[in-house]
């Protein structure tokens, strides 16, 4: 090789030293955030929409030109794990996220099996975690929870907004409440029956049964001819529906319900048979959508997934408009790394999206929610703030 | 008033718990194997009534194709699994494990968990003598009993019957006094399998049918053959009314959170009495 080969190859290397240099740096100007959801398994139904509309939201913020930080544009990437609806691959997928130095907020899991084997390493480290499962609201604001948000309200906040709309809606005086057996029971009574008597509604009957119960008409047999004209119930599609259709057949009993769960699915079936039933839609009532907002929301979901809306596509605004509020944090903070600064100023943030979002300082959710209405065989919304 | 509502709930309860025992105690006393492939027979014909009745046909054709169908598809297992393992009671056992295991995920995928219902023929409710009760309650309890009586009299009067019940009392027996011994259990698979399929039929016109529906049904099948004495179909009926008596007078006036607990205090009272079951016999197992 003589000197001006030499020379050619020493510029040719270089040239694309400074090439990978410049390509390093664009790289560098990406803001990489976590995800961790069960995109299989019997979850997936509320999982698997929450991380579309987290891509969705991350799709939208990149195209209308990225977040700018200290001047500085960056753009969004998404690493994703499938927690698979098992604890097991939670941990693993959460633990995949947490060796990636770059990934700084994270966002997943609505289910609190999972969630909380998810949880429980988020905090130990130094991340942002965003999260929608029920017991997440237990973690929170406590040693190793400080850096954590749940986006969906809890029981004690839905409640707020929900029993004096059903009380008002449904006009019923004197309710009786049958809840499956379990803790989350004991804690929705602890929370919805003080309310119900506070916003003059009495309630003289509380029961428990089995869980796995198919046959309600023994306990059925005790809210009979008490001269109530409302139940309260809970906590899934498929119990309230043996409830609701075994309560019609036996006669006797209250036509109206309060549903402490997210779908009308459970009554539509008998809306002839039911006077009234109201339940709760914890991000936008997309089926019955008279907002604006959401009504855009909706196209912009269908062209974003190529799908159609579902009953479960709600679930997809449970992170939707919390990426926003990630990114506008970064741009007031001036920083994508300084988890606690961001993490401070999401929780001093109201943000109206789609949905209406704030959280209190422990990282609760304060957000107004849509109460599903059945009344005359007519199904509708309105809105209730917290 | 309240009392006998109550105690009629647990009379129609009851009689879907013996229609599903009559056949876990026709396969027991005659093969000695405990089936516990038979609640899938109770959730495929659930299924079966629900695409029946989707397809428009009605309730009355979907109980007899419910019936047919799990007919047919005891014979099949007994002629494909059962069969092989007459010699064997664990293995009889162990292959519907196998069945269970087989059918419920075959369920799960075809027809999805989702919980399944149809509309029943008799909807809502009527008023009797002061009482108020679920017209399709009532229809239930008269089907088990037309069932449990047609069961009854095939055993008592016909050939087949006498033959079946002289195979349990002793099968060598049976064969020596030239019994095709074969044939009967063949029989008595598919008495015992359209039994669990009418069952079926008439749990789906009362509760949510899903891929994993047969587990309750089939553990108070097994809970009834016990206390009713093992083979025995009259102690199997007697015992699922009791069931779902205890059931009902139980969630009704103590705890409805203890619903199952109550059959099992039932049967541990029952069996310190009658250690054979209700209407188990002299020199037969005891239980």
């Known amino acids: 090789m003589n000197h001006r080969s030499t020379l050619i190859a020493a510029r040719s290397a270089a040239v694309a030293l400074g090439g990978l240099m410049l390509a390093a740096s664009c790289l560098a100007q990406t803001i990489k955030l976590g995800m961790v959801n069960s995109l299989t398994g019997p979850h997936a139904s509320f999982d698997l929409p929450a991380s579309e509309g987290v891509l969705m939201a991350v799709d939208e913020i990149n195209k209308r030109g990225g977040v700018t930080v200290k001047g500085k544009k960056y753009t969004i990437t998404v690493d994703s794990e499938d927690a698979q609806s098992k604890p097991e691959f939670a941990v693993s997928g959460a633990q995949r996220l947490l060796r990636d130095d770059d990934i700084k907020v994270i966002f997943g899991i609505l289910t609190s099996g ?12 130094d991340v942002l975690y965003i999260g929608g499962f029920t017991l997440l609201d237990t973690l929170l604001g406590k040693p190793g929870g400080e850096l954590m948000i749940r986006t969906l309200n809890n029981d004690a906040t839905v409640a707020k907004s929900f029993v004096p709309t059903s009380i008002s809606e449904l006009g019923v005086k004197k309710v009786g409440i049958m809840l499956p057996n379990e803790d989350v029971s004991r804690s929705i009574v602890a929370v919805y029956k003080p309310l ?26 005790k809210f009979q001819n008490q001269g109530l004209d409302g139940m309260l119930t809970g906590t899934n599609d498929a119990l309230v529906e043996a409830i609701l259709r075994q309560a019609t057949e036996l006669g006797g009993l209250p036509r109206k319900f ?29 089926d019955n959508a008279s907002d604006p907002k959401v009504k855009a929301w909706i196209e912009r979901y269908k062209a974003f997934t190529k799908k159609d809306v579902s009953p479960n596509t709600y679930w997809a605004l449970t992170f939707y408009d919390t990426v926003f509020m990630v990114a506008k944090a970064m741009e007031e903070v001036g920083s994508t790394t300084d988890v606690k600064a961001i993490d401070a100023a999401v929780k001093a943030m109201k943000y109206e999206g789609v949905r209406t979002m704030r959280f209190d300082k422990d990282g609760h959710a304060q957000s107004d929610i849509d109460i599903g209405i059945l009344k005359n065989g007519k199904v509708s919304s309105v809105r209730a703030g917290a | 008033m309240d009392l006998i509502q109550t105690l009629l709930d647990g009379l129609m309860v009851g009689g879907l718990y013996a229609t599903v025992a009559i056949g876990v105690t026709l396969v027991f006393g005659i093969m000695g194997i405990l089936n516990f492939a038979h609640g899938q027979m109770v959730m495929l014909g659930a299924y079966t009534a629900f695409f029946v009745v989707s397809a428009g046909l009605g309730f009355w054709p979907a109980l007899l194709i419910g019936m047919v169908a799990m007919g047919a598809l005891g ?15 664990m293995q009889g056992l162990t292959a519907s494990l196998g069945v269970i295991m087989v059918v419920e995920n075959l369920a799960a995928a075809a027809f999805t968990p989702d919980p399944r219902t149809f509309e029943p023929p008799l909807p809502g409710s009527f008023q ?6 679920s017209s399709q309650r009532v229809l239930v309890l008269v089907l088990v009993v037309l069932l449990v009586v047609a069961c009854h009299l095939f055993l008592q009067k016909t050939r087949i019957g006498k033959a079946i019940r002289a195979m349990g009392q002793n099968r060598t027996g049976a064969a020596l006094v030239g019994i095709q011994t074969t044939q009967v259990t063949a029989i008595v698979f598919v008495l015992g399998s359209a039994m669990a399929g009418a069952a079926g039929v008439l749990y789906g016109s009362l509760f949510a049918i899903t891929p994993y529906m047969a587990a309750a049904p089939l553990m108070k099948g097994f809970i009834l053959t016990v206390l009713g004495g093992l083979g025995s179909v009259p102690g199997a009926v007697l015992a699922g009314f009791l069931l779902g008596v205890a059931e009902s007078l139980g969630s009704r006036y103590l705890s409805a959170s203890f619903r199952d607990g109550y059959g099992f205090i039932l049967l541990i009272v029952a069996l310190l009495y009658f250690p054979r079951g209700l209407f188990g016999q002299r020199g037969k197992v005891r239980v």
């Open chain 2, 128 to 133: 009797i003598f002061g009482l108020t009760l």
């Open chain 1, 258 to 286: 309060m549903y402490r769960g997210g779908s009308g699915a459970p009554a539509i079936k008998y809306s002839k048979a039911v006077d009234g039933f109201t339940w709760q839609i914890l991000s936008r009532d997309l």
């Open chain 2, 75 to 89: 014979l099949l297992l007994e002629r494909v699994v059962f069969r092989h393992t007459l010699g064997d009671h």
């Open chain 1, 196 to 221: 119900l008597e506070a916003n003059g509604v009495q309630v003289p009957i509380v029961e428990y049964f089995q869980p796995d119960t198919q046959d309600f008409a023994p306990v059925l047999r």
């Open chain 1, 114 to 125: 999972p969630g909380m084997a998810a949880a429980t390493a988020f905090g130990k480290s």
